[in-house]
């Protein structure tokens, strides 16, 4: 069964901080990659972090140095620090899990996705 469930997005100011969490079914969290993704209002869907289960990670350019994804392998979640949180990074964030064995950074190459959560960031 492959099953990802996101929350934790909420309403923020500029600067604040906000921690998702993405609860994953036992396949799904085992799956060689693991990412989060995000899509603004009306544009699509963009890259914000992934890592591997490994443990190396990839950020968008956008996010780093603010942003910090990390996987709890004892509760199957991975997580989404997210510091000094600016207006441009309201979007629906998603969850995703892909089992490629080579690195995957785009939203296409990912098959498995949570419902989304909703983060707003007011300046």
């Known amino acids: 069964q492959m099953e990802l469930v996101e929350s934790g997005g909420r309403q923020v100011q500029a600067g604040g901080s906000l921690r998702l969490s993405c609860v994953a079914s036992?396949?799904?969290?085992?799956?060689?990659?693991m990412g989060w993704f995000r899509q603004p209002p009306g544009k699509g869907r963009e890259t914000v972090a992934v890592?591997?289960?490994?443990?190396?990670?990839y950020y968008a350019d956008s996010v780093k140095d603010r942003f910090t994804i990390s996987r709890d392998s004892a509760k199957n979640i991975v997580y989404l620090q997210m510091n000094n949180l600016l207006p441009q990074d309201t979007a629906v964030y998603y969850c995703?899990?892909?089992?490629?064995?080579?690195?995957?950074?785009?939203?296409?190459?990912?098959?498995?996705w949570g419902q989304g959560t909703q983060v707003t960031v007011s300046s």
């Open positions: 890592i591997w289960i490994g443990g190396s990670t």
């Open positions: 036992e396949r799904a969290f085992n799956m060689n990659f």
């Open positions: 995703a899990a892909d089992s490629s064995s080579r690195w995957s950074t785009k939203p296409a190459d990912y098959d498995y």
